[in-house]
């Protein structure tokens, strides 16, 4: 998940008193945008910072790109994108091509991390103009995940939340639910869970399964938080939610312009690559 910001580093201090680490991550090398990140294994939150905004503002940005929404989103802080990994980025732009959507890339990527080693790979943006609901974006690592995992668990970019916190699943506002599930589905080849009410955001849920970390989709049944979101954000990721070990069996806390929630009970996720077939 990537929820951009306007100081990324007050993120360290506020999230350290929930118990969940966050590093500092480095400067992107075109030097515009830099950001902190959170780990759950293979799973992050990227907390994105912008340098000079009038200057990414005034760059050419590709179709569907988290820049590119960004940017339309005239810098709103909060989430943004959430992006998805494969080992066959090739694969994937001709499934999404084949799927009828506009496919820009893979376009090559890198960052220079704080000791000074080099961070490669590439991205993909696949979308849809007439979706309010952006697709997520997908990348491709120069590392295997094994040899990835090793590498951040050697750099203590992995390693233990003080919480116990653990990636559970996205939430997202959607106006409709049924649909845009079973149009999700068929784009992304993700089997459904079955429809559940959630009390805290009175709306209507239904998942699809990820490895990684779920896709739940939310559209209200009445006046409360998630319906606000939609009035004035309209459909894109509005929660981020975690596993812990907290004193309560929920905490919810709000960080600029996204709301995080933390349960004692959801199940802990095996991570994995999303395949295209």
Not at 34 to 63: A, C, Q, R, W
Not at 231 to 249: A, C, I, M, Q, Y
Not at 250 to 256: E, L, M, Q, W
Request: net charge negative; with cysteine; proline share 3%.
């Amino acid at each position: 998940m990537v929820h951009y910001l306007e100081k990324p580093g007050k993120v360290i201090p506020f999230f350290q008193e929930k118990g969940v680490k966050v590093i500092e991550g480095g400067n992107h090398l075109n030097q515009l945008s830099y950001n902190m990140l959170s780990y759950f294994d293979l799973s992050y939150i990227e907390f994105f910072g912008i340098k000079d905004i009038k200057v990414f503002s005034e760059t050419e940005h590709p179709e569907h790109s988290l820049m590119s929404t960004i940017v339309d989103d005239q810098f709103n802080e909060g989430f943004s994108r959430f992006v998805v990994r494969t080992d066959d980025i090739e694969s994937a732009a001709k499934h999404f091509q084949d799927k009828g959507l506009s496919v820009n890339g893979p376009y090559y990527r890198s960052r220079k991390t704080l000791d000074g080693s080099l961070l490669e790979w590439h991205l993909l943006y696949v979308g849809n103009e007439s979706d309010e609901l952006e697709l997520p974006y997908i990348i491709q690592w120069y590392e295997g995940d094994k040899e990835r995992r090793k590498s951040l668990i050697e750099k203590k970019v992995i390693g233990h939340h003080p919480s116990g916190a653990e990636f559970s699943h996205i939430s997202m506002a959607v106006w409709d639910l049924n649909k845009t599930v079973e149009k999700w589905s068929s784009l992304l080849n993700l089997p459904k869970g079955e429809e559940f009410f959630d009390e805290e955001l009175q709306a209507q849920c239904r998942t699809l399964k990820l490895l990684g970390g779920d896709l739940v989709f939310a559209s209200p049944i009445g006046e409360g938080v998630l319906l606000n979101f939609l009035r004035t954000r309209g459909e894109k990721p509005f929660l981020v939610n975690l596993t812990g070990s907290f004193e309560h069996s929920v905490v919810t806390f709000k960080f600029s312009g996204g709301l995080y929630r933390i349960k004692k009970e959801d199940k802990i996720r095996n991570f994995s690559v999303f395949k295209f077939k």
